[in-house]
């Protein structure tokens, strides 16, 4: 894959060779800084030594949550996130056989794949939405139909972690988001 996401190589490899480290990394995007969020795998895989999804569903909750925890956390919110990071293994596990690229893989066109994508803890609407986005653009992804469900995030240009390939890239998205945040503040 090569995604350039964390700032890190060592997380980005992660990313790369995980298919649930990319949906975790997804899934811990919000309310902390992406590059941050997408790290968070790398620190699981390294604390937990695991990142199977039925690995991390049988985590005795309590010690899943310390290990979240342990600093630098996993999350801003490492508590809640450890407990949906359980619950994505689990589903992960029970659905896809534990194969979270069978997501992708195996969704019928745009729309099987956007509702797949949903029906995950962590996801709603626009986040599934730039997940497909990151999956047609980065991974070469594209079901029938993916431009149809992933809005204005197919478009060109800097918009979310679907269009982060390097640190300029990084960069520019954070303008966007700077920018949409300061409009919306004052309108």
């Known amino acids: 894959m090569g995604l350039h996401i964390t700032g890190d190589a060592d997380a980005d490899a992660v990313l790369d060779d995980h298919p649930f480290a990319l949906l975790?990394?997804?899934?811990?995007?919000?309310?902390?800084?992406?590059?941050?969020?997408?790290?968070g795998p790398a620190k699981v895989l390294e604390r937990f030594g695991s990142l199977e999804p039925g690995d991390l569903a049988a985590a005795d909750p309590e010690e899943f949550a310390a290990l979240a925890a342990t600093t630098p956390a996993i999350h801003r919110f490492p508590g809640s996130m450890a407990a949906r990071l359980q619950e994505l293994g689990r589903i992960v596990a029970e659905t896809y056989g534990g194969?979270?690229?069978?997501?992708?893989?195996?969704?019928?066109?745009?729309?099987?794949l956007l509702r797949r994508v949903m029906?995950?803890?962590?996801?709603?609407?626009?986040?599934?939405?730039?997940?497909?986005?990151?999956?047609?653009?980065?991974?070469?992804?594209?079901?029938?139909?993916?431009?149809?469900?992933?809005g204005d995030y197919a478009l060109e240009g800097y918009r979310s972690v679907a269009d982060v390939f390097d640190?300029?890239?990084?960069?520019?998205?954070?303008?966007?988001?700077?920018q949409k945040k300061a409009a919306a503040k004052a309108g």
């Open 24 to 39: 975790a990394g997804m899934m811990l995007d919000q309310q902390y800084p992406m590059e941050h969020a997408f790290r």
């Open 119 to 150: 029906a995950l803890p962590g996801f709603g609407k626009q986040k599934a939405q730039i997940f497909v986005a990151l999956l047609a653009k980065q991974l070469q992804v594209r079901p029938d139909g993916w431009e149809a469900v992933v």
């Open 167 to 178: 640190e300029e890239s990084l960069q520019r998205v954070r303008e966007f988001k700077k």
């Open 99 to 112: 194969d979270a690229a069978r997501i992708w893989t195996e969704a019928a066109d745009g729309r099987d």
